[in-house]
């Protein structure tokens, strides 16, 4: 009975229950999405969402792909070892390598923010209007969207 796998028992934490593990969450992990994106606070710097909650950054780019580093720390303050990918040819990102060491976050409020913020800046920098009346607009914009 306690070989029964219906008999509502844990089965033990070995080598074997790990690899498993490992093999589900690399198997949910390796599908192909498309990448959503967001200027970054650093000029020429762009974030990459990968619509399951998780933010990259670009490590390098080789062999007509970006390679991504994420972005978040964990809660003891060490950089989240978690890599993806994005195909050049068709801009859809996978996750790849290490497991995510931080929960995801829902990032709609984050990008929302970042483009605003961002042609604020760019309107401030190329136009002679007064930086209220430029915040101003983009509120009012931003309202007519939401």
């Not at 969402?49 to 003891?76: E, M, P, R, V, W």
Request: charge should be positive; hydrophobic fraction near 25%; include cysteine.
């Amino acid at each position: 009975m306690a070989d029964d796998p219906e008999c509502g028992e844990v089965p033990k934490s070995g080598p074997q229950t790990r690899l498993k593990s490992k093999i589900k969450l690399e198997q949910s992990q390796s599908t192909w999405s498309p990448v959503r994106t967001a200027p970054g606070l650093r000029p020429n710097c762009t974030i990459f969402y990968d619509g399951n909650g998780f933010a990259y950054h670009n490590h390098k780019i080789a062999n007509n792909k970006k390679y991504l580093k994420c972005t978040q720390k964990s809660i003891k303050k060490k950089p989240c070892p978690a890599r993806a990918v994005i195909r050049n040819h068709d801009n859809m990102i996978r996750h790849s390598g290490e497991p995510h060491t931080h929960k995801p976050r829902n990032y709609d409020e984050d990008l929302l923010k970042r483009n605003f913020l961002m042609k604020i800046r760019e309107r401030a920098i190329n136009e002679d209007t007064p930086n209220r009346a430029i915040f101003d607009e983009e509120i009012k914009k931003l309202v007519y969207l939401l």
